[in-house]
């Protein structure tokens, strides 16, 4: 079965800092890979994604990611958070099929 | 515009007892999927429709679960002989298209379920 595996459970930083979440999943095919964000008392939303070509991809807020294909990794990046970036975050894959799978999420709290 | 809804937010009930979750997609969204989320677990796939071809329904847990599209439009998933274990977030999602993942999937509020 396919997984994905989202290391960091809860992640604090101050403003300011930099910030980068990782992702690994286990599939050795073609993959579509995105990032979600649910900031606290709102819906699931989509961050950024992943499907071909360029594999340094940006998205809101920001944020970019980046596919290493021989790594199986697709971590997220931001170069300076605010308090605003306090969230749950999840990592997600969609291979061969309607299937997504999601990693267990890290939860982000930003220190002002 | 209006987003995906769900109904009832939050729903307790005993043990043994039948539940009932409701979904209104996005109008004119044709793919829609159903999640399970429990604490400190990720998203669990559970279903996924598509149209009117036939449902991928390899995500459900147990013969307990089951689930419709009527019209192609709103989604009821039914728990039976609820457990304690199926005690979760219930998410469902909606895309234009479920084609391999090509299109965003927006996410309803959820239905918190609690089973006693």
């Known amino acids: 079965a396919q997984s994905v595996s989202q290391h960091n459970h809860h992640v604090i930083l101050s403003e300011a800092a930099s910030l980068e979440l990782g992702c690994n999943y286990s599939y050795g095919g073609t993959v579509n890979l995105f990032w979600y964000v649910q900031y606290p008392g709102q819906h699931l939303q989509l961050l950024l994604k992943?499907?071909?070509?360029?594999?340094l991809v940006k998205g809101i807020k920001g944020f970019e990611a980046e596919f290493i294909k021989s790594k199986f990794s697709f971590n997220l990046r931001k170069p300076s958070v605010q308090w605003s970036d306090t969230a749950e975050y999840f990592c997600?894959?969609?291979?061969?099929?309607?299937?997504?799978?999601f990693g267990t999420g890290t939860s982000l709290t930003v220190i002002p | 515009g209006a987003g995906v809804s769900q109904s009832p937010s939050n729903k307790v009930t005993e043990k043994g007892k039948d539940v009932e979750l409701r979904c209104d997609p996005i109008s004119g969204h044709t793919a829609l999927y159903w999640y399970r989320q429990s604490l400190g677990q990720g998203l669990e796939f559970l279903i996924y429709f598509q149209g009117n071809s036939a449902p991928d329904k390899s995500g459900l847990p147990s013969d307990r679960f089951s689930a419709e599209r009527t019209g192609g439009s709103v989604s009821t998933l039914t728990i039976q002989r609820t457990q304690q274990e199926d005690s979760a977030v219930y998410l469902c999602?909606?895309?234009?298209?479920?084609?391999?993942?090509?299109?965003?999937?927006?996410f309803g509020p959820g239905t918190r379920l609690t089973v006693t």
């Open positions: 992943y499907f071909s070509g360029d594999p």
């Open positions: 999602a909606s895309s234009l298209a479920g084609t391999s993942g090509a299109y965003e999937q927006y």
């Open positions: 997600a894959v969609n291979a061969a099929g309607n299937q997504f799978y």
